[in-house]
């Protein structure tokens, strides 16, 4: 009002705008003006129809992969994508900045994982295949998805998805990358399995290195530590000029202490070669001399079938010495069998013994 009054008194000192009235303005407030605020915001609410429409474009842009703002390369394939949906669900993204192109050239980065990978994360109702899981968890590692891994350890877990089989495969598919926790993981699944692993090309393919750590994992599951004794022997044969210098390593997984003084001595007159070898015989002689006075090393996962003879004890009989001719025969029956072998075999509980031998035991008394 002040500057208004100074305005005025200026203006007639200057002589202009005489004739004009001296109203004072007032402001909106002033002359009662009340805002209405509840009928401006219902007003903009009901424009919801047209934020579904939006957020559907945008979702089927996205899901379609359709107007994308940059090009992954993987392996030579180009894959089109969101770097918003990068970077909303990856950690490797989060850097990026307004990319066009991005080469991805990490050995554990596959076209197929990383396509995976991007399908989950515009992809409501996402089917993985088993084939495939490996390759996605080393992509979702790489990129660091904190949400997929998690996705994926869960399912790792999951024993209707994983089998004793599958375990398997899955170990020797992470192989190439060591990937050392999803490894053990795996290798405490294949239990049950161990023998038809055994059984099998790959396994006699592996380094000994990865033959040691299978060997020595206390889940595989045998009747008896001979049954680990002649795996490690049947990986040593299978190429035995080039392997017998990691006769010592293989050999000393193997928990000679858990054989009797009888097993022992029978093995050792069976291979000579192997068992000629210095560092071999000591592990041999330890088991055999140190007696009662060593602690006694962690048991495996015992199990049986009644249909094989060396399950049964030696009372029994039913029972048949094991040695290398009959470990053979033994992989023969389980080829034939095929993967179903391992249901076969049952968890032996502490105590206890198959009828048969347990009336031969009493007959023995
Ligand atoms: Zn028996």
């Not at 402001?27 to 009901?46: A, V």
């Not at 003084?261 to 291979?271: F, M, P």
């Amino acid at each position: 009002m002040n500057q208004d009054n100074e305005s005025i008194e200026e203006s007639e000192s200057e002589g202009e705008c005489i004739d004009s009235t001296p109203i004072p303005a007032c402001s909106l407030r002033e002359m009662g003006f009340q805002e209405g605020t509840e009928d401006f915001i219902q007003h903009l609410c009901s424009e919801n129809e047209y934020k579904a429409h939006i957020i559907h474009q945008m979702n089927r842009l996205i899901t379609h992969q359709q107007n994308t703002d940059v090009d992954v390369y993987v392996r030579g394939h180009k894959i089109l994508c969101h770097l918003i949906v990068l970077k909303t669900c990856t950690e490797f993204a989060k850097d990026l900045h307004f990319p066009t192109g991005v080469i991805i050239a990490h050995k554990d980065v596959t076209y197929t994982g990383f396509k995976l990978a991007y399908e989950w994360m515009i992809n409501e109702n996402y089917k993985l295949q088993r084939k495939d899981i490996v390759e996605l968890y080393l992509a979702a590692e790489y990129l660091k998805m904190p949400q997929l891994l998690d996705h994926l350890w869960s399912l790792f877990h999951e024993e209707k998805f994983v089998t004793d089989a599958i375990a398997f495969q899955i170990y020797l598919e992470c192989l190439p990358h060591r990937k050392s926790k999803l490894q053990n993981l795996m290798l405490g699944r294949v239990q049950r399995f161990f023998l038809m692993a055994v059984a099998t090309e790959e396994y006699l393919r592996l380094d000994h290195a990865d033959v040691s750590e299978i060997l020595d994992h206390s889940n595989m599951c045998v009747n008896s530590e001979l049954e680990i004794y002649y795996s490690a022997v049947r990986w040593l044969h299978h190429d035995w000029p080039e392997r017998k210098q990691h006769a010592p390593s293989i050999m000393a997984v193997v928990r000679f202490h858990l054989m009797t003084n009888q097993c022992i001595s029978s093995i050792r007159a069976e291979l000579q070669e192997l068992h000629s070898i210095p560092a071999v015989q000591t592990l041999i002689d330890e088991a055999l001399y140190a007696g009662n006075t060593q602690q006694k090393p962690t048991r495996r996962e015992w199990v049986y079938n009644m249909r094989i003879p060396h399950h049964h004890n030696c009372a029994c009989p039913q029972w048949r010495c094991l040695d290398l001719t009959t470990f053979d025969k033994y992989l023969e029956l389980i080829i034939v069998t095929g993967p179903s072998y391992s249901k076969s075999l049952k968890y032996l509980t502490s105590g206890w013994t198959m009828p048969c031998c347990q009336s031969a035991l009493l007959l023995r008394k």
